[in-house]
């Protein structure tokens, strides 16, 4: 057996910054000042903040790590790390956008990143959801104005492909910033720099820490885009991951490729059980033959995670309900990511029209499933289905 790059990323990362000290597990550096030898010294530091150790609000040894090792997976020249995933798409939309300009969003973004684009607006900037994930969807909605696509790919809840090298191609030609939501492949499964996307944003709170502990996000791009959002976006509004999550990243990441297998196994066996079953209808799974774009997925992705949706052959919240109450192995819960299998649906009961207008199918329930034994999270399922 040979390890591949990523192996070796995470489970020893060079002690590039030489903080280790030959530790096992590098050190917390639970301060908010470093100190100084000679006022000189301070002054130098302070003019040039992100390549010293001033304030933990600008830069941080331990976030440091936590930033080389995802700069590193995800084949990015530069990464910061922020307070939350939302902190960190909130960063690279408004680094890419002024006022005046015009953004898209490409099929079934996470609705709170939907949000952000309303409350984007009240500064004069407009968006364009573009509910298929066709190319040629996403070119017929650029405008004059168009600066930025933010897209995820599979999608949010209805896990479609997208493109992204034909997207990125096209935006680079017309001079329109590309950003994807990375956190469902992870860089273990899929790279989209390699693709000439400008700017990768995850939420670490998913699969990148994997234990349900923290709450996380980061952006991985060139040094320039890094160091114009590090004075600006980062360090101004002020939105830099705290240690101690960073630490608990670290320790996520060095376990990543052995977690993202247990996802992929497990995931898989139990979607071919769904799509067997009488009472679902239909399972979006990019992994599976029956999805319509099994092909694209098996081109652009290394692997499969273990987030995916079904949809019941009854389609009343009621009907969502007596299934997802029924299970006891799985736990109702909004995340993912996590060694926890946990379910939710975007039908609430009270936004019908809101899913219509999302072309969201109303019988969705989404699993996300974790570490336990597949054949008993199957028969949770059978016995929830019954």
Request: charge should be negative.
């Amino acid at each position: 057996m040979s390890f591949s790059d990523d192996q070796l990323i995470c489970f020893g990362f060079e002690d590039k910054l030489g903080y280790f000290a030959k530790a096992a597990v590098p050190p917390i550096y639970e301060t908010a000042p470093f100190f100084f030898d000679t006022y000189e010294d301070y002054a130098k530091a302070a003019n040039h903040e992100k390549e010293h150790y001033v304030y933990s609000r600008g830069t941080n040894p331990t976030v440091r790590i936590a930033e080389q090792m995802i700069a590193a997976l995800e084949g990015g020249e530069d990464c910061k790390c922020f307070a939350s995933g939302m902190a960190a798409i909130s960063a690279a939309l408004m680094c890419s956008l002024s006022a005046g300009d015009h953004l898209i969003l490409v099929g079934h973004i996470y609705e709170t990143s939907v949000s952000l684009a309303k409350y984007l607006t009240k500064f004069h900037i407009n968006y364009t959801i573009v509910h298929s994930t066709s190319t040629e969807a996403v070119a017929n909605a650029i405008q004059p104005q168009t600066r930025a696509i933010l897209m995820e790919s599979p999608t949010s809840f209805t896990f479609d492909m997208v493109n992204i090298q034909e997207v990125a191609s096209l935006s680079k030609a017309k001079g329109i910033r590309t950003i994807i939501d990375n956190s469902w492949a992870t860089p273990l499964f899929q790279k989209p720099l390699e693709w000439d996307v400008d700017i990768v944003v995850h939420s670490a709170s998913k699969y990148l820490g994997g234990h349900n502990d923290l709450i996380a996000g980061a952006v991985i791009a060139s040094k320039e885009i890094i160091n114009r959002m590090y004075a600006e976006e980062y360090e101004l509004i002020g939105g830099s991951l705290a240690p101690f999550e960073a630490w608990l990243l670290i320790r996520g990441l060095r376990t990543l490729p052995l977690r993202m297998e247990a996802h992929q196994r497990n995931a898989l066996l139990v979607a071919r059980f769904l799509s067997d079953h009488p009472a679902i209808s239909k399972v979006n799974h990019p992994g599976l033959p029956s999805h319509p774009q099994h092909e694209l997925a098996c081109r652009q992705l290394k692997g499969y995670a273990g987030l995916f949706s079904f949809e019941l052959k009854d389609s009343g919240y009621e009907d969502i309900c007596r299934v997802i109450n029924k299970l006891r192995l799985i736990r109702i819960g909004v995340s993912w990511g996590s060694m926890e299998s946990q379910v939710i649906s975007p039908n609430y009961g009270f936004n019908k029209l809101s899913l219509k207008k999302q072309h969201m199918p109303e019988s969705l329930i989404r699993l996300a499933v974790g570490h336990e034994p597949a054949e008993l999270l199957i028969e949770d399922l059978a016995t929830a289905l019954s």
